[in-house]
C-alpha cells in the first residue's frame, strides 16, 4: 500500500497552503487531523510514516523524476 513520511506530508501541505492562501495549521495540530481521519503513523528509522497514504509526483517536490 501506499505511505509517506509525515514530515513531507507536512511540508507538502504547508507549501500548498502558502500557494493559494490558506491557512496552515502547524505541524502537530496537523498530525493529529490527520490520525483522526484513521490513518495510523509507525516511527521507524525515517521517522513517523502514515500508512494509507501518498503523494503524487507533482506535489512531492520530485517534479516527476
Given at each position: ?22 491557512r496552515?495549521?502547524?505541524?502537530t ?19 513517523k ?17
Open positions: 500500500g501506499f505511505q509517506v513520511r509525515a514530515r513531507l506530508l507536512y511540508q507538502t501541505y504547508r507549501k500548498w497552503g502558502e500557494e493559494v492562501g490558506e496552515v495549521q502547524n505541524e495540530n496537523f498530525g493529529k487531523r490527520i490520525s483522526d481521519q484513521g490513518f495510523k503513523g509507525s516511527h521507524g528509522r525515517a521517522g510514516v502514515y500508512e494509507g497514504l501518498g503523494l503524487t509526483p507533482e506535489r512531492d517536490g520530485c517534479d516527476g523524476l
